[in-house]
């Protein structure tokens, strides 16, 4: 959480993604391969290195081209965090608890080509389930962002529902990781889409949130303040689509990415 906090003081609150969707190589003028995702994200690092305190690859768009996708992020991994920029690699990964041992040590292992400063979780297997990847991350040093109340309209079903304890599904994810947090402070950060109201009381939650949802999803950084009123401090406000539709040039994507995260800071100031 020091590493988050300092950097998101120097460098603003935005988490800009990289998302290579087919589209977006195509429009930037390359293939859609290895070699096009490979220059995709060269370009994408050039840009938001020094500039933005957090890059969250989507990691979905690297695993379609199986394993020279996988080294593609591997090289982008390691010189964005090499450079000094956290990397909160968006996984979602969740699974029964010993097989989550094994997403952790992939993830958040010092070891492994593929370490990064944090992981998305799903704690849909229950939160529980997680407790392998929340013990590495604590003596690592790194994070978790568990799913709490997605972006996307699909989640509101499941996310909503009461549970037996009376509070929603989404909330008991917060109220767990609250409980986390007590104990280690800042471990686990919580996903909340910034595309809606999310009906959760945050108010007990100081660790960091991870909101997907400007730009593409239709979200803007004036509507964070009241979506998020009692936690700006480490809100990440997530653009992905948003930014990377003004590439392929590296100072029109840079200067795409200044002006989201000044947005944010104006905002959220
Ligand atoms: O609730 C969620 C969780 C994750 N995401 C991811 O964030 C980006 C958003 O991309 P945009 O292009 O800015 O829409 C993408 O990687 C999603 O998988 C999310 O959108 N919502």
């Known amino acids: 959480m020091h590493r988050l906090t300092s950097a998101v003081e120097h460098r603003g609150r935005l988490c800009v993604g990289i998302d290579p969707h087919p589209g977006l190589l195509e429009a930037w003028g390359l293939p859609v391969s290895a070699e096009g995702l490979e220059t995709f994200a060269e370009i994408c690092v050039e840009a938001y290195v020094g500039e933005v305190a957090v890059v969250k690859p989507q990691v979905a768009f690297f695993e379609a081209y199986g394993s020279a996708g996988y080294a593609v992020l591997e090289r982008t991994i390691s010189v964005l965090r090499e450079a000094g920029t956290l990397v909160v690699a968006d996984a979602k990964r969740g699974d ?5 041992a094994a997403y952790a040590q992939s993830w958040l292992g010092a070891e492994s080509a593929l370490s990064s400063d944090a ?7 229950g939160f529980g389930a997680l407790d392998p990847a929340l013990s590495l991350a604590a003596e ?7 799913l709490a109340r997605t972006s996307n309209p699909e989640g509101g079903d499941l996310q909503a529902a009461q549970t037996a304890g009376g509070v929603s599904v989404a909330q008991s994810m917060v109220d767990a990781a609250v409980r986390h947090n007590d104990a280690q402070p800042g471990l686990v950060g919580l996903v ?6 999310h009906g959760l009381d945050l108010s007990n939650f100081s660790g960091p949130i ?3 949802g400007l730009g593409a999803q239709g979200a803007t950084p004036g509507d964070l303040a009241d979506i998020f009123p009692d936690s ?7 653009s992905s689509r948003g930014v990377l539709g003004a590439g392929p040039s590296v100072t029109a994507l840079r200067e795409a990415a200044v002006k989201v995260r ?8």
């Open 210 to 212: 991870l909101a997907p």
């Open 140 to 146: 690592q040093g790194r994070g978790l962002f568990v």
């Open 96 to 100: 029964i608890g010993s097989t989550m």
């Open 232 to 238: 700006r401090k480490l809100l990440l406000p997530n």
């Open 119 to 125: 992981l998305t979780v799903s704690p849909y297997l």
């Open 192 to 197: 909340v889409g910034a595309t809606r109201g």
């Open 262 to 269: 000044d947005e944010i800071e104006s905002a959220l100031s």
